[in-house]
């Protein structure tokens, strides 16, 4: 079944720098999605950009996707030690209208 | 609080044994989902329900099972337990319309298993 990769698995920042994460998938979607985990907890919604959308805002977060390439990237502008958790993006499949999940990407922000 | 509710919160049992984990969805919402997630793993999607109806079935194993109930909350049944199956077990539900992409998902805290 279809499944978003994100890359880099691990990524280790500073306080105040960005941090950009990179999900790819297989099929083709209706929108795709990502979400973040605080170690141990339930998932949060971050934010939705749809398939027919390029680019997406939300506050300091901005989402691209590139249907042509399959592949979506989450930039988190001026880090912050909170933002410390693993990012996942999700996509729809189509077939049968659940979401899948890929294996996430481990941010940690150092302050 | 995102208002769906897991239980237990933890959970320890011996290999063989079987379990329910339970899920109230938020309020409204018709779409239950149940993921698992094991170490250093992404989340396993393994069964969508849809106002009482099995919708979507992902690598669920025949051991496990699940349902919704009228009211709509949701259990989901590991039996036959096996060290293999300790995890982090999620419920999460949307307000899913029939027949349209999902849009949020609401994470309920997780349910974490630990098989001995």
């Known amino acids: 079944s279809q499944q978003g990769e994100e890359d880099p698995q691990a990524l280790s920042i500073q306080e105040g720098e960005n941090a950009t994460m990179n999900c790819s998938y297989k099929t083709s979607i209706n929108n795709l999605q990502w979400y973040r985990q605080n170690s141990g907890r339930g998932l949060v919604h971050l934010i939705l950009?749809?398939?027919?959308?390029r680019e997406k805002h939300s506050g300091r977060l901005r989402v691209t996707l590139d249907t042509s390439k399959k592949s979506s990237s989450l930039l988190i502008t001026a880090s912050r030690a909170t933002d410390t958790a693993s990012y996942f993006c999700a996509t729809d499949d189509k077939s049968q209208g659940n979401l899948i999940f890929g294996k996430g990407t481990k941010l940690s922000v150092k302050p | 609080d995102s208002g769906v509710t897991q239980t237990p919160k933890h959970l320890i049992t011996a290999t063989g044994q079987r379990v329910t984990l339970r899920c109230s969805p938020r309020s409204g919402d018709l779409s239950v989902y149940w993921y698992q997630q094991s170490l250093d793993q992404g989340l396993q999607f393994l069964i969508q329900?849809?106002?009482?109806?099995?919708?979507a079935k992902g690598n669920i194993l025949e051991r496990f099972s699940a349902q919704q109930f009228p009211d709509l909350h949701s259990e989901l049944n590991l039996s036959s337990l096996e060290l293999g199956d300790s995890a982090l077990y999620f419920c999460?539900?949307?307000?899913?319309?029939?027949?349209?992409?999902?849009?949020?998902?609401?994470f309920g805290e997780g349910s974490r298993l630990t098989v001995l």
């Open positions: 329900y849809y106002n009482g109806e099995e919708r």
């Open positions: 999460a539900s949307s307000v899913a319309v029939q027949g349209r992409a999902p849009g949020e998902l609401f």
């Open positions: 950009i749809r398939s027919n959308e």
